[in-house]
């Protein structure tokens, strides 16, 4: 059975993107079929898996707006076993040509549902917002996996995704449940890294990824040359760290 998930946080700068290309390279890895959907207008998980946005013919903004299928907007990348689903700045205007559609909620779900058994894993890369594209992302997925940057307004704006989750769960997909946070940016030289965890872990009645991602040059690197750190890097710290996540990851839906 496969699993969706949403890695999401209105918040930017988190690694939110960073952990959507290099989770999914990392499933990859391990053996596990494997699709990404960008479903940011930013476009950064598409460049950052190798694919150049202005060749694009079929991406997530042409299937919204029904003018292709999910198969046709399906592309190959670098790594064997991770296809992706791309974006480019088109879809920042898809949430206006959307408002008049029913169940504009479920767009993606509906498209998802026709290759779902295709895959072992479909993660999905939420823009920075709380917007239509979130709720879609939030309809279609299992679960939402939060990135958290360690630094001082980490616990800022994450009631309200939670609230958030929990609204979705309520109205729009009961199936849905938190996957859990995820540290990022992890800096083991200051407190203030350390303060941030133990922070999270007193106050947050969730699941939390033993994986702490550090903050680490070559995953900095990576996007420019469109490659996955396990690419770029294979023995840098950043790599060994999102192959334990996705470990943990591929675990969890075990248990």
Not at 8 to 16: D, E, F, L, T
Not at 81 to 96: R, T, Y
Not at 161 to 181: A, D, K, S, Y
Request: glycine share 6%.
């Amino acid at each position: 059975m496969g699993r969706i998930i949403a890695i999401a946080n209105q918040k930017g700068g988190v690694g939110k993107t960073t952990t959507a290309i290099n989770l999914s390279a990392c499933l990859a890895e391990a053996g596990k079929k494997v699709l990404t959907i960008d479903l940011d207008p930013q476009g950064n998980t598409t460049s950052g898996l190798g694919l150049e946005k202005e060749e694009l013919e079929n991406t997530v903004y042409e299937l919204m707006i029904g003018n292709c299928t999910i198969r046709e907007s399906v592309q190959k990348t670098k790594i064997e076993k991770l296809f992706v689903i791309p974006s480019d700045i088109n879809l920042a205007g898809a949430e206006i040509e959307l408002l008049d559609i029913n169940e504009k909620e479920y767009i993606l779900k509906n498209e998802v549902d026709y290759i779902f058994d295709d895959y072992d894993y479909i993660i999905i890369d939420c823009p920075p917002s709380l917007s239509m594209l979130t709720i879609n992302a939030m309809t279609t997925a299992n679960t939402v996996l939060v990135p958290i940057q360690c630094e001082y307004y980490a616990l800022e704006g994450l009631s309200q995704l939670i609230h958030t989750i929990n609204l979705v769960q309520q109205r729009l997909n009961p199936e849905l449940h938190m996957e859990g946070v995820v540290f990022t940016m992890y800096d083991a030289r200051t407190n203030l890294s350390l303060q941030v965890v133990e922070n999270v872990k007193s106050n947050l009645n969730t699941n939390i990824y033993k994986t702490i991602i550090p903050r680490n040059i070559r995953l900095a690197e990576a996007p420019s040359y469109g490659l996955p750190i396990n690419l770029y890097d294979t023995k840098s710290a950043g790599a060994e760290s999102y192959r334990l996540l996705a470990k943990e990851v591929i675990e969890r839906g075990d248990v």
